[in-house]
């Protein structure tokens, strides 16, 4: 039996008097609800288990009942996991008081007499259904809350990623998804974004968490070299091959190997990779022994793929071999809503690691860094604030302990975004993150800005932030 979206509320009703029961129903449904009957407490409780969304928002429940009463089923329905937050009217004959005590303490929300006017039922029911819209509400806010909190906790299981944008949880949610996939993966963005970040996250996601995670940055090396970090090489397969070597592959065995800046690889190079994504087989620079392995491939670039292969420096068939999952990055310009949690963040970080007791960044310093353009993403904010934290001598970091390239010049205007254009929208972000975070305390949300309440609550209305009902 299924709801209709456009009705005012699903209401239930437990009801075996011939006439009562109808009679409710067609009132019911007259004035805009979507109303089932029960005849007895079985058929209820079966109507319940086997209902699609949406439950039933409202329960009528007589008390006179044959087999169990109305009074059993209510102590059953606010013991149920699943129905104990729908309210229940219990319609009764008695109108003694000790009888509505023992109706409410049974579980009944209210309670109505019978005989009763229409329109005092159909007052008690809009009653009922008010309550009923503020739970969902309620539920529907903790749900998000949790769903925010698994996010923000998975910044622990997923490494440092950080990021509240929606941006970066669909990127949280994505390496959850992935979680029990060996899919190989393709990690595109800027330099200094966090692509290894994220690589680390998801291995230690995946069902190859306890395996070794190998890193191999394929710009660091000639192709001759590069070969033998990633294949091994055999004792004597070239001058100063004094011993034999185990490579990248066979070290990552059972685990994932990340293969960093892969658009950097040689063509001759690509050929023998994949092979290995296609055989999972190779043979060690100067060896004749096949060597099998079990290694997920993350491969992660800052180029233009489909370019280089256009260009004919990159293989097309290898591209799709990597490119089963593809995870894009965008850039920390892209996402400076994130900004305020990955500083409080590097805060946390380097008090530890420098002995410091920095509390925040001052409102200025906070200006500077959301306007500045971050041509090194993540990477550099980090340096940044570390530098900024060094220099700082007080518990406020102010705009002077900041790198020269934050502080506005000549020289530096090509680093930095539209002043007059983005600013109000990146102040807006800011104050609603830090609000958020002190869960919209004013007073708190005022203190980390370093401003009065007074100019917080000014700010707030030019900026038409309220907080959430």
């Not at 007499?113 to 809009?126: G, I, M, Q, Y």
């Not at 001058?239 to 190997?257: C, L, P, V």
Request: net charge negative; with cysteine; charged share 30%.
């Amino acid at each position: 039996m299924n709801g209709i979206s456009k009705h005012s509320g699903r209401v239930l009703v437990v009801e075996d008097d011939l006439f009562n029961g109808p009679y409710t129903i067609e009132l019911l449904r007259g004035s805009g609800f979507d109303a089932n009957l029960a005849e007895t407490a079985e058929e209820a409780l079966k109507f319940l288990d086997a209902c699609d969304e949406p439950e039933p928002d409202l329960i009528l429940l007589d008390v006179n009942l044959p087999g169990m009463d109305g009074l059993e089923m209510a102590t059953k329905l606010k013991a149920h996991n699943e129905f104990q937050y729908i309210p229940i009217i219990i319609f009764t004959v008695h109108d003694s008081l000790e009888f509505k005590i023992q109706g409410l303490n049974s579980g009944g929300d209210d309670y109505l007499t019978k005989p009763f006017e229409s329109d005092e039922l159909l007052a008690r029911v809009n009653a009922m259904m008010r309550i009923r819209r503020l739970y969902k509400s309620l539920k529907n806010e903790r749900l998000e809350n949790r769903r925010l909190s698994e996010t923000l906790d998975s910044s622990e299981k997923l490494g440092n990623l950080l990021g509240r944008s929606e941006k970066m949880r669909s990127i949280c949610d994505l390496i959850l998804d992935i979680s029990g996939s060996d899919s190989n993966v393709l990690i595109q963005g800027e330099s200094g974004t966090g692509k290894e970040v994220v690589a680390k996250a998801i291995h230690g996601r995946s069902t190859r968490k306890d395996g070794p995670f190998v890193v191999v940055n394929c710009a660091a090396y000639a192709e001759t070299l590069l070969q033998s970090e990633l294949f091994g090489h055999d004792k004597g397969a070239f001058t100063g091959a004094t011993k034999s070597k185990r490579g990248r592959f066979e070290q990552a065995d059972g685990g994932t190997i990340f293969l960093d800046e892969i658009g950097e690889v040689s063509l001759p190079t690509q050929v023998v990779l994949l092979r290995v994504i296609q055989e999972k087989r190779f043979e060690r620079v100067g060896g004749e022994e096949t060597i099998s392995t079990d290694a997920r491939i993350i491969a992660a670039t800052n180029r233009e793929l489909k370019k280089a292969m256009a260009q004919g420096t990159f293989r097309e068939d290898l591209y799709w071999r990597l490119n089963v999952i593809n995870i894009y990055i965008p850039s920390l310009r892209d996402r400076k809503e994130d900004i305020p949690q990955l500083v409080n963040k590097f805060i946390e970080v380097f008090n530890e690691r420098l002995g410091k007791k920095v509390i925040r960044f001052s409102q200025e310093t906070m200006d500077l860094i959301f306007r500045y353009h971050w041509p090194g993403n993540v990477r550099q904010l980090e340096n940044a604030v570390e530098r900024a934290m060094v220099m700082s001598k007080r518990e406020v970091v102010q705009p002077e302990d900041l790198p020269q390239e934050l502080r506005p010049g000549d020289s530096q205007l090509s680093d930095w975004g539209p002043k007059d254009t983005c600013l109000g929208t990146l102040e807006r972000e800011h104050i609603r993150s830090i609000l958020q975070q002190c869960k919209w305390n004013k007073f708190r949300a005022a203190q980390i800005m370093g401003i009065s309440r007074s100019t917080l609550y000014s700010k707030m209305k030019k900026h038409e932030l309220l907080a959430p009902v």
